[in-house]
């Protein structure tokens, strides 16, 4: 006689296990993302999460108070940990929202809310926009901290471009991303997250040590009212895109194993609030502290404000490329793995190792011709923000927990859901428009490959 649990656990494998012809189990096993790697602890969500999550965007948290004042500053830092803390926390529980199956994807979950092909045209695009943004922009990161280390303990060297030191960056990017999964990276992974963490303190640290400027102002940067609209708007994309981790959340969680018991949303949440304490812990300290001691003068990126101690400011851009590379390789795996199932489920191409290196290597090889190309961290930073984290990580999840659980009209959760989504709608809106901007201002004086 079966039991409850037992039949629970066929209707929950079927599709992982029982209807899985050979070739299917091969392709599973080939791809970065599948049911047969199911291995992860919760501490694997901890330190994957910290790692998509405290990024390139603390660095900028200062600038944007600068931009925002203090009162607006404080106030959205608030208000963006909150609710994207409880979209995350809706997602985490929507991956096994269905009977019998686990959305390993960002897209399954939001194909399973709005049909197959809406649902594939609402969510790919967005997330690959994400995704592929956060990856130029921590190449451009990881070559601005390397040529920042680079001038502090060699000062009196010969001048290097940014360009060679974006395509150092790179060429350690380029070894890494033949690691297969997620369980692959874990280990990178715990490096970036110990070293965010660092980083984040050291930056916080340093400006408190150098106390105070003498000269320090808290104005707007601007000196006209158009302009302090547009640095708002900036400012705004700039705070989105630090909280950007949601867009590989489905992912990580696939890596989880799961039974009536212990279901998967369990110890993935358990890792991802230790994550967002973590988050709380690195941002408020670095952004209060950065604006504190600088005022508007502080630079897009802190550590480029910082001088000294000398050795100090190195270290933390050292252990900025480290985090930076960690992160980079857990947002392209999404990528990786939309990639090797268009080719080899799609176009029939045979899943080997030599396309794996093809495939990966030519992405890593366009996200850095891009940074070099284009290398404006606070535009780029302020723009992918609005523009595409604020729908995948604001409101989308919001949508689709409305899609699914169809809460009923004026209770708590609609009226909850409806405000996290009004207010990512203005947010996708508005933000762009200042990063935009920034982009277009510093394009006029910018020399391409300089």
Known sequence: METEGSTYETKYSFRDVAERSAEESAIDDWLPVGPSRRTGKWWYSAVHNITVIVGAGVLGLPYAMAE????????????????????????????????????????ELGQHAFGEKLGLWIVV???????????????ITGGQCLKKFHHLVCDGCKHIKLTYFIMIFASVNFLLSQLHNFNSIVRVSLAAAVMSVSYSTIAWGASGRRGVQPDVRYGYKSKTTA??????FSALGSIIFAYGGHNVVMEIQATMPSTPRKPSKEPMWRGAFVAYVVVALCYFPVAVAGYLVFGNEVDENILI?????????????????????????????PVFDMMESLLVMKLKFTATWRLRFVTRNIYVALTMLVAISFPFFGGVLGFIGGFALAPTTYFLPCIIWLCIH?????????????????????????????????????????????
């Open 68 to 107: 925002m004042g203090w009162g607006p500053g404080i106030t959205f830092l608030v208000i963006s940990w909150l609710v994207t803390l409880y979209s995350l926390w809706q997602m985490v529980q929507m991956h096994e929202i269905a009977p019998g199956k686990r959305f390993d994807r960002y897209h």
């Open 406 to 450: 169809k809460p009923g009209r004026f209770t708590i959760s609609w009226l909850i859901n409806w405000v996290c989504i009004i207010l990512g709608v203005l947010l996708m809106v508005i933000a762009p428009i200042g990063g935009l901007r920034q982009i277009i201002i510093q394009a006029k004086t910018y020399k391409f490959y300089s």
């Open 125 to 139: 695009p967005q997330q690959l926009i994400v995704v592929v943004g956060v990856d130029i922009v921590y190449m």
């Open 305 to 333: 404000t910082l001088h000294r101690p000398r050795w100090l400011v190195a270290t933390a851009n050292m252990f900025v490329v480290v985090h930076l590379i960690g992160g980079y390789q857990a947002y392209a795996m």
């Open 227 to 232: 302009g302090r609209v547009f640095d708002f």
